[in-house]
């Protein structure tokens, strides 16, 4: 069983893992918006120029329509789980076996 003393320890550890992801993402928003400013261009245009494959040599588009499926591949196998699904199944996994097999 784990010790007050460590789940406290455990929570400011975390703390500071979410603190440290914030700041890197607060970074990351900055030198975006610095990006746009310099090229002077929105999110928008980039995106709506993405999507033309008039852009793009074949082989280009090709390898970039796949890094896409790629991302969405990733992104759904990275999904969070719901906790509360993964308890119930394994609370049935108990029960299941405290049953006597009767013929």
Known sequence: MISEQNLDAKI???KRALQSLEAELETAKRQTRKL???LDISPEEL???FEKKEHFTPGLWEEYQ???KESENQTVKNKPRDPRKTSSKYKLLKMAR???PVR
């Open 98 to 100: 405290n049953w006597i």
């Open 66 to 68: 796949r890094l896409i």
């Open 36 to 38: 746009f400013e310099e």
């Open 47 to 49: 995106g709506r120029f």
């Open 12 to 14: 400011q550890e975390n």
